[in-house]
């Protein structure tokens, strides 16, 4: 997952106390006035109309078949890390689940060498077209792989890549069955954004190796012209989720994730907090493309050593962690995203 340079627990200010008309004194003035009654009867099936389209269809992909998919991927490879038979069972299992997509010809291994702080490593970004019918795609990103470091623990990553790989292909076989109708969807696996040494690891940034590949190559190919959005999927499969609002993402998206929230009625589970991330939507932010970061870093409770979350990077980041119900919510979140950036970009 990312690095959290700041947490601030920013409560969202809610209004309180704010004046009601009360309901019974507007029936009593109709009643009086036949035609405020003509009125009313004429608008309550353009009121309802409005508030069925407000509210955003939920449900479309299932929380449950997510986590299903996430307890596959975990049994397939559990332990991810550059360089393990694990490692190459997460790729075989992303591949597995889109020959529809490269028997199309929408299928891309990037394969790249990235210089690490233990050598030189191959990594593979993949990336899964789902062309649409306007010109651009918007883009959504998660890593794949688990933490270098933790190779020698029984460090899993339910929630830190696991998780958000499941959602990623869920994602996409929505999208296979329903072809996105305004821009293209994208979906990029990306390698390498844990770190293999240390996150600043003697001045050196060694992290993201991946996203920052990605990003320098469709810039020098002309690619990034055509990227609309680009939406960071990472550790939001918790069982409490809280997605912090990140202060470097997007202000417009931002917004568009926000009245997404509303939409979708998951008010409850996004920004009441904000942070500033070190994470996989920063090389594409440097180079000028809206991007957000749909993050929840506040994993499991503070501990007082660390002063990190709990669960984060430890044994402890199981499947136990997370559940099909944040799931849903989040695969809520971004499918409704998507159509609001093709309502309003």
């Known amino acids: 997952m990312s690095r959290t340079a700041k947490a601030a627990a920013v409560i969202l200010s809610r209004r309180r106390g704010e004046a009601r008309t009360p309901r019974v004194n507007v029936i009593l003035s109709a009643a009086k006035n036949p035609c405020i009654c003509l009125l009313l009867a004429l608008s309550m099936p353009f009121a309802a109309a409005t508030a069925a389209r407000a509210q955003a269809p939920t449900g479309l992909i299932s929380g449950q078949s997510i986590l299903t998919l996430t307890k596959q991927f975990l049994a397939a490879a559990p332990?991810?890390?550059?360089?393990?038979?694990?490692?190459a069972a997460a790729e075989k299992f992303i591949k597995d689940h889109f020959k529809p997509e490269a028997a199309k010809g929408n299928f891309e291994t990037d394969q790249f060498t990235a210089n690490t702080p233990a050598g030189q490593q191959t990594m593979r970004n993949f990336i899964v077209?789902?062309?649409?019918?306007r010109d651009g795609a918007i883009v959504l990103v998660t890593h794949y792989e688990t933490n270098y470091p933790l190779r020698n623990i029984n460090f899993v990553g339910a929630n830190d890549g696991a998780c958000t790989t499941a959602l990623l292909i869920a994602i996409g076989e929505y999208f296979r069955a329903?072809?996105?109708?305004?821009?293209?969807?994208?979906?990029?696996f990306d390698d390498g954004e844990e770190a293999v040494k240390d996150w600043n690891y003697q001045g050196q940034v060694d992290h993201t190796y991946g996203t920052r590949h990605l990003a320098a190559k469709w810039d020098a190919e002309g690619t990034l012209k055509r990227v609309k959005a680009?939406?960071?999927?990472?550790?939001?499969?918790?069982?409490?989720?809280?997605?912090?609002?990140?202060?470097?993402s997007t202000g417009w998206l931002?917004?568009?994730?926000?009245?997404?929230?509303?939409?979708?009625?998951?008010?409850?589970?996004?920004f009441k907090k904000q942070t500033d991330e070190q994470d996989d939507h920063l090389p594409f932010i440097e180079?000028?493309?809206?991007a957000l970061d749909v993050i929840d870093p506040d994993y499991g409770p503070l501990d007082p050593?660390?002063?990190?979350a709990a669960y984060h990077h430890t044994a402890k980041d199981t499947i136990d962690k997370i559940s099909a119900q944040s799931l849903q919510t989040s695969a809520d979140l971004f499918l409704e995203t998507i159509r609001l950036i093709n309502q309003q970009r």
């Open 79 to 87: 332990k991810r890390y550059n360089g393990s038979s694990g490692h």
């Open 305 to 308: 050593k660390t002063g990190d």
């Open 129 to 133: 077209k789902f062309p649409g019918k």
């Open 254 to 270: 931002r917004s568009i994730f926000r009245q997404a929230a509303i939409n979708t009625r998951h008010t409850e589970n996004v």
């Open 178 to 188: 329903h072809p996105p109708q305004g821009y293209g969807v994208w979906l990029v």
């Open 287 to 290: 180079r000028g493309v809206p």
């Open 230 to 248: 680009l939406l960071v999927a990472d550790m939001i499969g918790d069982k409490d989720l809280d997605i912090f609002e990140d202060m470097q």
